[in-house]
């Protein structure tokens, strides 16, 4: 089983940037594809993006988070960012990480509010 947590969200300006963190439990990180997605107030839980495992070479994005968002991962700190650039009110949600291994893995969840 592998546990997940979200850290780094807060309130931000519209225009501004936000790093967000997840941490995993375990020693087999690197095996697993990581995925944020995010979940706006009366809206269903969205995808936002995913990182292949291993050294993460490979990464998609939401057409709408596309070239503002990026995903990086670092394995010896068993952690997946998410780094947004050029925020906008529409981004406002709680932000999920999730691992994809034999099953997959969700974390509790950080809110992220961007004001305009």
């Known amino acids: 089983q592998v546990q997940l947590v979200e850290s780094g969200g807060g309130l931000v300006q519209a225009g501004g940037s936000l790093r967000l963190s997840c941490a995993a439990s375990g020693r087999t990180f690197s095996r697993y594809a990581m995925g944020w997605f995010r979940q706006a107030p009366g809206k269903e839980r969205e995808f936002v993006g995913v990182?292949?495992?291993?050294?993460?070479?490979?990464?998609l994005y939401a057409d709408s988070v596309k070239g503002r968002f990026t995903i990086s991962r670092d394995n010896d700190k068993n952690t997946v960012y998410l780094h947004m650039n050029s925020l906008k009110a529409e981004d406002t949600a709680v932000y999920y990480c999730?691992?994809?291994?034999?099953?997959?893995?969700w974390g509790q969840g950080t809110q992220v509010t961007v004001s305009s």
């Open positions: 999730a691992a994809d291994g034999s099953e997959t893995w």
């Open positions: 990182i292949s495992r291993g050294r993460g070479g490979s990464t």
